[in-house]
């Protein structure tokens, strides 16, 4: 330990000396062909700088993850076991075409979901939780797609 302070004590005044401005020809090839070796080796160091932080990918991924938390702490309540729950209203033509999609779906390739009616008081209470104020909404363990969904669409997310 000692030896590498007295070395470190001893070195810093000679680079602390060095002019890079007057570098030979010679000098400054080797210096350049030694940085290049470095940034070769150790691209972080500069990858900042090259590709500076995306703040508003950053925000969003944060969002996400708070909407990925949020649906995992009212799992039990929003999917009670299935694998997809959907929300609907009353006297909402999306809707019912959603439930009629969801139940063929269901029977088709044997999906489970929870059908939640906003007129019912706890299903309205998680509705607000989620942040949700527009029917027909679905929540899966992984997303939350608002408004009426394709059944092809839902086939594919379903069937993965």
């Given amino acids: 330990m000692r030896l590498a302070l007295v070395f470190c004590v001893t070195a810093l005044p000679v680079v602390a000396q060095t002019d890079f401005g007057a570098l ?5 090839l080797a210096f350049g062909t030694e940085l290049r070796a470095l940034l070769r080796a150790e691209p972080e160091l500069v990858a900042a700088a090259v590709t500076p932080p995306n ?12 909407d990925l938390d949020l649906i995992a702490s009212l799992t039990r309540q929003v999917l009670a076991g299935t694998q997809i729950a959907l929300f609907t209203g009353e006297d909402c033509t999306d809707c019912a075409n959603a439930l009629e999609e969801i139940k063929a ?13 906003m007129s019912d008081p706890a299903s309205a209470a998680l509705a607000e939780q989620l942040g949700m ?4 909404f679905y929540v899966m363990p992984d997303r939350i797609l608002r408004g009426h969904m394709p059944d ?9």
């Fill in 55 to 66: 703040y508003a990918a950053e925000a969003y991924q944060e969002k996400a993850q708070a």
């Fill in 133 to 136: 104020t527009d029917v027909p």
């Fill in 152 to 160: 092809i669409v839902l086939r594919r997310y379903l069937t993965q």
């Fill in 105 to 117: 779906i269901s029977d088709t390739y044997d999906v489970t979901f929870k059908h939640h009616v």
């Fill in 24 to 28: 030979t020809d010679a000098e400054r």
